[in-house]
Nanobody, 129 residues
Framework: QVQLAESGGGLVQAGGSLRLSCAASGRTLSICPMGWFRQAPGKEREFVAAISWSGDSTTYADSLKGRFTISRDFAKSTVYLQMNSLKPADTAVYYC??????????????????????WGQGTQVTVSS
């Protein structure tokens, strides 16, 4: 059973930074791409960032490029989301996700919720103005 656990959320003032972590169980992280999504109250879950299983490729939501950075640490089986210059519009619950473990291309970075099979419980990020 794949398990994901996010941490690092909290309350921050506009312009501040947070780093989210997602710890994955087993060998999942070493063979799967990983993604971050977020969901604000009353809105649909939206794509934030994704990283290929190899770490060679990353992709971001257009509106977040330059402020957010996704990375992974294979030794710690953890994926990170560094968020800088945070805005009140970034307030949401942030989720990490992983597809069912199988063979993936080195540069595969899925951006849709339907591409992911396992989700963490989410971590709340609140940005005050």
């Amino acid at each position: 059973q794949v398990q994901l656990a996010e941490s690092g959320g909290g309350l921050v003032q506009a312009g501040g930074s947070l780093r989210l972590s997602c710890a994955a169980s087993g060998r999942t992280l070493s063979i799967c791409p990983m993604g971050w999504f977020r969901q604000a109250p009353g809105k649909e879950r939206e794509f934030v960032a994704a990283i290929s299983w190899s770490g060679d490729s990353t992709t971001y939501a257009d509106s977040l490029k330059g402020r957010f950075t996704i990375s992974r640490d294979f030794a710690k089986s953890t994926v990170y989301l560094q968020m800088n210059s945070l805005k009140p519009a970034d307030t949401a619950v942030y989720y990490c996700a992983v597809p069912y473990p199988r063979s993936f291309g080195n540069t595969y970075v899925p951006t849709t919720t339907s591409a992911y099979d396992y989700w963490g419980q989410g971590t709340q990020v609140t940005v005050s103005s």
